[in-house]
């Protein structure tokens, strides 16, 4: 199975600090994206790749970064973080675009920005 | 009008009962549905995926897609306390790397 891995399960952080929060995929999927889920608002896309070096925006990009120096792994930055940046962040991967292909979830961090 | 729509629920069920989940979408373009599983504070986990009309049966799990009508559902037969869970609906449009997630349906099964 493929496994996606989320550097940390719980961080708290302070206003205005540079957070960064790094997910690893091991089975040499294309596509990675970062998601964040709020009660009542679902999951919003923040950002996704495609590629090695390559990022699209999302649904809610502001205030947020993305890396993508290797294919294993994708990076979201928060640039300052704020407390409205508090959520519970997810990674996903595919193998690629073709109709078949879902997502596979890290296991989530919950940032708190306090 | 959302891209992909769920009722919130909470849906209850008593345990060993048919429950069946539903999901409408709006883009005529949509290729391919997923149905996601996710336990209170943990991610979301992939059950069933369908790409053509009709049913796709998977265990005590059965996927419907009605693409003229632009619903997908999910029934779970003989109910556990064990699928208790929001169920998260997700769609895929022709060439897009990205789905389309419904906001989910939280589901308890009622010993």
């Known amino acids: 199975d493929v496994k996606v891995t989320q550097s940390s399960r719980y961080l708290v952080k302070r206003t205005g600090e540079k957070v960064f929060l790094e997910c690893v995929q091991d089975m040499d999927h294309e596509n990675m994206f970062w998601y964040r889920q709020d009660p009542g608002l679902g999951l919003r896309l923040i950002y996704f790749?495609?590629?090695?070096?390559?990022?699209e925006k999302g649904d809610i990009p502001e205030g947020y970064s993305v890396s993508r120096e290797k294919k294993e792994r994708f990076s979201l930055i928060l640039e300052s973080a704020s407390t409205n940046q508090t959520s519970m962040y997810l990674c996903?991967?595919?193998?690629?675009?073709?109709?078949?292909?879902?997502?596979?979830f890290g296991s989530g961090t919950r940032l708190t920005v306090v | 009008q959302k891209e992909v729509e769920q009722n919130s629920g909470p849906l209850s069920v008593p345990e060993g009962a048919i429950a069946s989940l539903n999901c409408t979408y709006s883009d005529r373009g949509s290729q391919s549905f997923f149905w996601y599983r996710q336990y209170s504070g943990k991610s979301p986990e992939l059950i069933m995926s369908i790409y053509s009309n009709g049913d796709k049966e998977d265990g005590r799990f059965t996927a419907q897609l009605n693409k003229a009508s632009q619903y997908v559902s999910l029934l779970i037969r003989d109910s556990q306390p064990s699928d208790s869970a929001t169920y998260l609906c997700a769609v895929r449009n022709f060439g897009n790397e990205k789905l389309t997630f419904g906001t989910g349906t939280r589901l308890t099964i009622i010993p």
């Open positions: 996903a991967s595919s193998l690629g675009s073709e109709k078949v292909y879902g997502y596979t």
């Open positions: 790749s495609y590629d090695v070096k390559m990022k």
